[in-house]
């Protein structure tokens, strides 16, 4: 752990010289506004790097008490990991007091597995939140659940997960709780597979622990989430008519109104991602199609971090394409030459921030150290190429209400 927390710092130092030493060599040393947001834009990354590094942890905490259900809405999932992830949630070392497997229309019935305390139960096809709120309905959970844990059908929950969530949420101020350990499963389908278990180690290790640190996670993760059960019942009418995307990031809403939403390292999950282009395109519209819908919302309601947050994040999803054609258009166009300096200085800050890759659990370091070494630069090509497309296209996609399942499309 130390070792780990060293390494994490020096990362932050390195990355603070890097930033001054390119600040030097381009020579921009005044305080226009162009100086002012390099500033802003290298604070903001040093917060998070910062943040990263000293990393709230909840392991030190007690066991929340209280009842736990569990809901897994499924729609055309495969039999094995649909078993697999029920499995996973029988196994733990906190288990549920109920499971509950709602079959939302599949094509194929869902095959139930004979484990006690796992409710299976078949409905018309509804989405993902119509799902959610028919398994709790079914067993009456209002009447006796104090917590509910949300899970994706192809999620596979490490022995203690709900355990570690659970220890989060012996704090009354938090609210819900998520993982900042999402593994990809299926990570060696695919190059696509591979650059995001990658993408979503940054997200989780740098990103979504420097928003834990203030109690600000927006969302929450759909493959694994615990939250108070007042926050589904007391919404319930609102969560089920507002919308058929953005479900968690809805949630997410919902808790920060009443307190923090944090995540947890120590609660790991796996699960799959799509393994071609399109199918990464499109999973990533269907994403930001709830981050391009709430942002009215967001900003009427959120205070605060939550809130600063927010508009710092619509400022640089506004001034991105900006950025990227003054660099990789602009400059070769009217200069005759290609930024290298640029290019190298992104590359390398994101460089600085995979390597909490090296961190990420079931995986050889070698393993590791490899993929951070090659697929870093395939990362910053992804995320020009998919990432900031989908999340532009989605913006045109937002009155779009239909439920979008994985593989369907947009």
């Known amino acids: 752990m130390r070792t780990r927390k060293a390494c994490a710092w020096a990362v932050v130092i390195l990355t603070a010289a890097l930033i001054i030493a390119f600040h030097w060599q381009v020579g921009n040393t005044t305080w226009d506004v162009t100086g002012l947001f390099y500033i802003a834009v290298a604070a903001t990354l040093m917060w998070m ?221 796996q699960f799959e991602m799509p393994s071609t282009y399109r199918g990464a395109f499109t999973q990533r519209t269907r994403w930001f199609k709830g981050y391009m819908r709430y942002l009215p919302w967001e900003i009427r309601n959120f205070t605060g971090w939550p809130l600063a947050l927010r508009c710092w994040n619509l400022t640089l999803v506004a001034l991105y394409p900006l950025i990227v054609g003054y660099v990789l258009v602009a400059i070769p166009l009217l200069g005759g030459q290609v930024y290298w300096q640029m290019i190298a200085y992104w590359l390398v800050l994101l460089y600085m921030q995979t390597s909490l890759y090296l961190e990420r659990p079931e995986m050889p370091f070698r393993s590791r150290l490899v993929v951070w070494l090659l697929f870093t630069p395939v990362l910053l090509v992804y995320q020009m190429l998919v990432i900031r497309p989908a999340m532009y296209y989605a913006a045109t996609q937002t009155r779009r209400m239909g439920w979008v399942t994985r593989g369907a499309a947009v």
């Open 49 to 269: 790097l910062g943040s990263s590094a000293r990393r709230r942890s909840f392991a030190h905490q007690p066991v929340a008490d209280g009842r736990v259900v569990v809901v897994v809405p499924a729609y055309n999932e495969r039999p094995d990991l649909l078993h697999a992830c029920v499995r996973s949630l029988v196994s733990q070392t906190r288990p549920p007091e109920r499971i509950i497997v709602v079959d939302d229309g599949s094509d194929t019935p869902v095959e139930p597995l004979d484990l006690a305390g796992v409710v299976w139960m078949r409905q018309g096809n509804t989405g993902k939140r119509g799902a959610q709120m028919a398994g709790l309905a079914h067993v009456d959970a209002a009447e006796w659940a104090d917590f509910v844990v949300t899970v994706d059908s192809d999620s596979v929950v490490a022995p203690d997960g709900i355990e570690q969530l659970l220890r989060a949420m012996s704090d009354p101020v938090v609210q819900a709780a998520t993982s900042a350990s999402c593994l990809v499963l299926n990570r060696t389908a695919s190059i696509w597979t591979r650059v995001q278990d990658l993408e979503i180690n940054l997200s989780n290790m740098v990103m979504r622990r420097a928003r834990s640190s203030i109690g600000a996670v927006v969302p929450t993760s759909g493959a694994f989430a615990i939250y108070r059960a007042g926050i589904l019942w007391d919404n319930s009418e609102d969560y089920l008519t507002e919308g058929t995307f953005g479900d968690d990031r809805r949630l997410s809403h919902y808790s920060l109104q009443r307190g923090q939403v944090v995540a947890v390292d120590e609660a790991v999950v």
